[in-house]
């Protein structure tokens, strides 16, 4: 592989624009450079996650999402490329189905808090959630493969159970949100 990137100050992005597949040029703000950024936030929220002391078996399949999620970056920056496949969703639910079944059901929602690992994770969750909802802005104007917003969607629902067994290590009762205005209406 050549030098991709051997020049990093290129200064063509002083215009507020910057380039996509196809020798296109888009403003830096638009739907698809919002959504290209914030799956690029999310992956650097991943790293952080990471970063921190993580169960080998969780840090394993992040490690194999990021690489997924620079293919998913790469084929909203070149729209005539499908680099996110339904098998890619596949692996995410059967991973979703093995490491939730090591949790117990939930009877309440979940504060997002814990130890560094943990919130980062959370953070990563988060911004998972509004990468997705960045693609579904940029469908209602341009033909999006499904399989990014359902990928998405899904990594979402890992991140979570993620969330939940990091919360456990660190402490093995999460803490549970309390509405004290429902309690009072009971």
């Known amino acids: 592989m050549g030098n991709r990137l051997s020049k990093l100050a290129t200064k063509t992005g002083d215009d507020g624009t910057t380039g996509i ?34 169960d080998d078996a969780v840090k394993l399949v992040l490690n194999e999402v990021q690489h997924k999620l620079f293919d998913l970056g790469g084929e909203l920056a070149m729209p005539d490329y499908r680099l996110v496949e339904e098998a890619d969703v596949v692996k995410l639910d059967e991973w979703l189905a093995q490491f939730n079944a090591q949790l117990p059901p939930l009877k309440e929602f979940v504060l997002p808090k814990g130890d560094l690992a943990t919130t980062s994770c959370h953070l990563a969750r988060t911004i998972c959630r509004r990468a997705e909802r960045r693609v579904v802005t940029l469908a ?19 991140l979570f159970v993620f969330c939940r067994l990091l919360a456990r290590a660190d402490n093995p009762t999460e803490e549970m949100w309390q509405s004290k205005k429902l309690e009072s209406n009971e």
């Open 21 to 54: 597949g196809g020798n296109k040029r888009l403003a830096k703000d638009s739907a698809r450079i919002e959504a290209i950024g914030t799956v690029d936030e999310l992956n650097a929220t991943i790293g952080m996650t990471c970063s921190q002391p993580v």
């Open 140 to 158: 209602r104007d341009e033909s999006i493969n499904d399989c990014v917003r359902i990928y998405l969607n899904r990594l979402s629902d890992l």
